[in-house]
């Protein structure tokens, strides 16, 4: 079964750290485009961050650029978004997601075929 799970989500307060894994199983994703999106209550599921296939291509939104960042272990099959200097409107589901579109770093949904089931990432202030 191709899947992608993801896990290190949790409590945290307010300028505290997370690092979140999307380890993937079934098939190889080094040669996939990967992607964290993250939806919080009541609002719309947003892009985060991208990586390219190769690791040598980044892409982050406004609102997280300088605080997260994105890497991945192609030996492992995983993914990773370290969290820093978190804030209350971080809080929501965090998803991994991949795509075919391995050379660049798409922010839009559609662009990627296969998501994680999530996970909870809660900040308090």
């Known amino acids: 079964q191709v899947q992608l799970v993801e896990s290190g989500g949790g409590l945290v307060q307010a300028g505290g750290s997370l690092r979140l894994s999307c380890a993937a199983s079934?098939?190889?994703?080094?040669?996939?485009?990967m992607g964290w999106f993250r939806q919080a209550p009541g609002k719309e599921r947003e892009f985060v961050s991208a990586?390219?296939?190769?690791?040598?291509?980044?892409n982050y939104a406004d609102s997280v650029k300088g605080r997260f960042t994105i890497a991945r272990d192609n030996a492992k099959n995983t993914v990773y978004l370290q969290m820093n200097s978190l804030k209350p409107e971080d809080t929501a589901v965090y998803y991994c997601?991949?795509?075919?579109?391995?050379?660049?770093?798409?922010?839009?949904?559609?662009?990627?075929?296969?998501w994680g089931q999530g996970t909870q990432v809660t900040v308090s202030s």
């Open positions: 079934g098939r190889t994703f080094s040669n996939d485009g």
């Open positions: 997601a991949s795509t075919t579109l391995r050379w660049s770093t798409p922010r839009g949904e559609n662009e990627y075929a296969l």
């Open positions: 990586i390219s296939w190769s690791g040598g291509s980044t």
